[in-house]
């Protein structure tokens, strides 16, 4: 990696490597891998996806911040 890399050549870097994960994935099953690299996720159904999204859970950092808040009241 270069130390002064422009966004540019950044941005095509991950790309060829977001197409090799997919090739090596086999995510597209055969299909345009070049299209399915932005996204390697296989499936969005309720079981494979984000939580928050489906069931309303809170994240591991809004967790922790409610945690602290609760802790601080306490004391």
């Given at each position: ?26 995510v597209s099953g055969g299909v345009d891998r ?42």
């Amino acid at each position: 990696m270069a130390q002064h890399e422009s966004k540019r050549a950044r941005r095509r870097r991950d790309l060829i490597r977001m197409k090799a994960k997919a090739r090596r994935l086999n995510v597209s099953g055969g299909v345009d891998r070049a299209r399915h690299a932005d996204h390697l996720a296989v499936c969005s159904c309720w079981m494979c996806g984000n939580p928050r999204r489906f069931f309303g859970e809170t994240t591991i950092q809004e967790k922790r911040a409610f945690s602290a808040d609760a802790c601080e009241r306490l004391s």
